[in-house]
Structure formats: C-alpha cells, structure tokens
C-alpha cells in the first residue's frame, strides 16, 4: 500500500524529534511493507524558522521519503502572515501531487484547516480517500483564545472557516484524532457521519524504559518524593499553582519533596524565584532527549497543571510520563481526568487550586504504599492504551480497511 502522510506540525526524521505521532506511525507502516511518503513544509513551525532554502526530498529508508515543500515563513502563532503561509503552503503541496504516483490512502492532520481544506478537495476529485485526524478542535480553539468582550465579534469573522471544515469534513473519508474528546467534537458539532476512531498520542514505551529501567532508585523512605514538570513555560500552564503547592509542602513536610521543572517560557523567571527561596524547587534547563528521560526515570510523578480555558482533552505529556512509569498529578478536566480516575493512574485537582494539589502530594508522602500501587497500574494501563507497537499498528490496519 502506498501511503501518504501529511502533517505541518510535527517533526520529522531529520529534527529532534521527542516522541513524534508522525514518525511512528511512518515506521509502523514500514514495518507492515507499506510505502510511505511524509508531507511536510521547509518551515519549521515550533523554532519559526527554515529547515531548507528550497524543496527537497529526504530519502529516510527504504520506503520511507520525507518530502519538503518550501513555503513562506512567520514569526508570530497569532498573526494574518501565518494564514497566508498556510494557504502558500497547500497550494505548492498540491502541484507537489504530481510529481508522485497517486496513492492508496492520505492521512494528515488537522489544522491548518486551509491545507487539509485543499487535500480534501484533490482527493475527492481524484478518487483518493483522505483520513483527517483532528489534533486541535479548530476553529473552536481559536475562539478560547479571544478576550471575553471580543467573542461575539470573533465568532462572526471566523464563520467562513466553519463552513470550510463542515465541507472539509464531507469531503474525508473518515475522521480519527488524538482523543475521544475531539472525536466527540467533530461528530457532534459538526454533524458527522461516518467512519471515526480515536488513536491517542502513542509512546515507543521499550524505548523510553531502556533509559528509565537502568536507573536504581532508592525506597521512598530513603530520599524525597520527586515531582517533574517537563514542557513549555508559557502563561497558558498553571506554574504558579505548581510552586505555591511547593512551598506549602517544603513549610509542611521539609525536606520530603523535590519538585523538577525543565523547558523554556516566559514563566521561567517566577521559577528562578521559587529556587532562591525554597530547597525543594530546581530548575534543571533545557534537556536533551536523553536527559530527560534520565530525569523521567529519577522522578516519581508527572505534573499535568494546565490552565482550562485550553481546548486539550489529552496532552501529550500524559503518556510522556506514564511510559516512563510516573503516576500523575493532573488540572485538565477533560476525558484524562476521567481516565486516571477511572483506571487509578494518579490523582486530579482543579486548575489554581494549589491547596488541593498540595493534599494530593502530601497523600503520596504519607502513603507511600499507594504511589507504588499506581506506578503499576500506569505501566499496565501505558502498555495497553499508549505503546507505539499497539496503538499505530492498529493505526495502520485503519488506513487499509479505509483504502480498500
């Protein structure tokens, strides 16, 4: 089967790439013998700069091609410049079509809403079918984002491009995402029928414990309970919460804690603060891969402490953690909520609420028992739901039932 993959956003090969869906679902197809060529633009959006002056194409391994298409760049994730360079971008990427034999099925995600849009339509008009998986509600995303007085103004301007995805969404041949939650987003609100299923943010699990599993940590009892923050600093995550619960547990429990951040952002300053006035609060600064993985493997729990006024119903950082065996301490109360209660992968607090995520952490200190229990049911519950080997293979086997 000769499969094309369409993403904007995520890494390819030749980036850094830390845990990629694109990627992996590239070498879950490989794996099954299927051909695959890899979409994506010369512009790198997370670093807001050119990866070639020109189109190429990478040739990764034996049936794996990455193909870049040079389109325009901007500086600025809120800006009419970045409109344009997506509608540059699926202009190039459909006289980019031809160069190449037609396929058995396209899988992209979506937004840009202007690419995908473009896809869609050349895949109608070419009898090829088109699996848009959806990795952010948008428009709806765009709306949270707009100060309170000025939504009504942006609901009316931003009304063309919910006319373009109702089409978009006729136009595929089925729908899948990386949550239920935005499964149930575009089959409700949307009004869609037709083939959908979620595939979550899956983790190459073995490769990750080849890392964490060489670590020799000492009993509970012997050192202090280790919390990590991983990600960006920007003001959408609830840092602030973060740091009070720490300095409520450092006044409470000296000595007991020891709460790790690493990442970039504007929030990074309040961070610097915290580790002048409390021995339990460290900034360990941008890590490699590995690194990270090391600190995944000397750490016990996962914080997960978003703002939630956000659109994610399930972050990348939940099996980030998890494949590394951390329980969670999560604020998004969303469907990742429901399933680290439901399946008892950690424990959930409120956004802001610094006092209740402060209770949970003091649960794990004095109960010691608990956290070990949770560990082992976050390794099975990662193994069953969150695995490369399990999740896009499965992925795969979609794409087929949908090209034949």
């Known amino acids: 089967m000769n499969i094309w993959l369409i993403s904007l956003f995520d890494p390819t090969p030749l980036d850094e790439p830390i845990f990629p869906r694109f990627i992996e679902i590239a070498k879950a197809a490989i794996k099954e013998g299927h051909i695959v060529h890899h979409f994506t633009s010369t512009f790198r959006h997370t670093k807001k700069e050119h990866r070639f002056k020109t189109s190429r194409v990478e040739n990764i391994e034996k049936g794996y091609d990455v193909i870049f298409t040079h389109s325009m760049s901007y500086k600025k994730n809120m800006s009419p410049k970045r409109f344009y360079a997506h509608r540059d971008y699926a202009k190039k990427l459909i006289k980019e079509f031809s160069n190449f034999s037609k396929p058995d099925v396209i899988f992209m995600s979506m937004p840009p809403l202007s690419t995908v849009r473009e896809v869609t339509r050349w895949g109608r008009k ?77 983790i190459d699990v073995d490769e990750v414990r080849k890392v964490t599993e060489q670590i020799v940590k000492l009993p509970l009892s012997e050192r202090p309970l280790r919390l990590i923050y991983a990600g960006s600093l920007a003001s959408s995550y609830d840092i602030p919460s973060i740091l009070k619960a720490a300095e409520i547990i450092e006044n409470k429990y000296p000595g007991r804690t020891e709460f790790l951040f690493t990442g970039k952002g504007p929030q990074l300053e309040l961070i610097n603060t915290y580790t002048k006035q409390y021995n339990n609060v460290e900034y360990l600064g941008w890590l490699s891969r590995e690194e990270l993985l090391r600190q995944y493997g000397l750490a016990d729990i996962g914080l997960i402490q978003h703002k939630n006024s956000l659109t994610q119903t399930i972050t990348y950082k939940f099996f980030n953690y998890m494949s590394a065996g951390l329980v969670l301490l999560n604020s998004l109360q969303t469907e990742m909520a429901e399933m680290i209660d439901k399946y008892d992968l950690g424990l959930n607090n409120k956004e802001q609420d610094f006092e209740r995520l402060a209770q949970n952490i003091e649960t794990y200190i004095n109960n010691p028992e608990l956290l070990t229990e949770q560990k082992s049911k976050v390794v099975d519950f990662t193994n069953e739901n969150g695995h490369t080997r399990t999740v896009y293979l499965k992925l795969v086997d979609f794409l087929k039932n949908i090209a034949s």
């Open 126 to 202: 070419n009898n090829v079918p088109v699996v848009v998986d959806v990795i952010d509600p948008w428009p709806d995303s765009f709306i949270k984002d707009v100060p309170r007085v000025l939504k009504p103004l942006a609901k009316i301007l931003i009304t063309p491009f919910y006319n373009k995805l109702r089409k978009t969404f006729k136009d595929s041949s089925a729908i899948t995402a990386i949550s239920n939650g935005y499964l149930n987003w575009a089959k409700d609100f949307h009004d869609v029928d037709k083939l959908t299923k979620p595939f979550f943010l899956a």
